[in-house]
């Protein structure tokens, strides 16, 4: 059956194209409420976001995590529940900084056979072609929505070569733009980390687990299920390399110390990547 379009259909369909796009709206539209506060742009509107750019937030982190294995006791977004913690600590202490999604999806082994983390169930990976140009992508996102400095951290060890790779790919690509890309590598730094806790007291014994008390007291005191925290105190395995958990209280305080101890760090860094 054919459909015949009469005048006053093509007439209507005219009127409909040539009426404004109520999803396009403009981009200089007045925001007609007051501000709900975050640093997470995921969390913001985008009206939120280019009035608190025009305010001086001209920096962005884009921070990468993953989806792998941890041990028994850790869930698979271990990576990504560490940075909603880290990211937020980090902006905060620069000021003028906006944290982007945190990127999920990294390499994490071979496909075909196998390696590494892609050898267990849950785990996500990305052949490392595909993670530069998801990077590059999301990168060029913020750049042309106009964020100056662009910053690239990563708390996973597979992570660090692409991110420096693009970096320095975009830097070469944008250097008449006014626009610069740092990519962050004192922000991996778990081994400062074990050290801090040993000079502390925190003394461990490794189990072999893809898992240690550091790890999880950041995140423990950001999300306690992560953990499984109760499900390991009915089987009294709420310890790890030999440090006991409980009291809880006392493990999230550690938890907090840790963020603060690398925020720190990352912070300094940054600013140094900044000229400031």
Do not use: C
């Amino acid at each position: 059956m054919r459909t015949v379009l009469t005048a006053g259909m093509l007439a209507a369909f005219a009127a409909f194209a040539a009426a404004p796009n109520p999803v396009a709206p403009d981009p200089a539209t007045p925001r007609p409420i007051a501000v709900r506060e975050s640093v997470f742009t995921e969390d913001m509107t985008w009206m939120e976001i280019r009035d608190a750019m025009k305010a001086g937030k001209d920096t962005i982190l884009i921070a990468t995590g993953g989806l792998e294995q941890n041990g028994p006791y850790l869930v698979t977004n271990k990576h990504n529940i560490v940075l909603r913690g880290m990211t937020e600590a980090i902006a905060r202490k620069l000021g003028d900084t906006l944290v982007a999604p945190i990127i999920p999806f990294v390499p994490e082994g071979n496909f075909d056979p196998p390696t590494e983390h892609m050898k267990y169930a849950g785990s996500v990976g990305l052949t490392e072609e595909t993670y530069r140009r998801l990077l590059v992508d999301i990168v060029t996102s913020f750049q042309v929505t106009g964020f100056k400095h662009i910053v690239l951290i990563g708390d996973s060890g597979g992570n660090q070569k692409g991110m420096k790779a693009v970096a320095e790919q975009l830097n070469d690509k944008w250097k008449d733009k006014g626009v610069k890309v740092s990519f962050i590598p004192e922000y991996y730094n778990y081994g400062d980390v074990a050290k801090f806790l040993e000079s502390n007291g925190i003394k461990q014994e490794n189990e072999g687990l893809h898992d240690d008390f550091g790890m999880t007291a950041v995140m423990l005191s950001i999300d306690p299920n992560s953990v499984r925290m109760k499900e390991r105190q009915a089987a009294g395995k709420f310890r790890i390399n030999g440090v006991d958990l409980d009291p809880v209280e006392k493990t999230r305080e550690w938890g907090k110390r840790i963020i603060e101890f690398r925020a720190k760090v990352a912070v300094n860094a940054i600013q140094k990547a900044r000229g400031k």
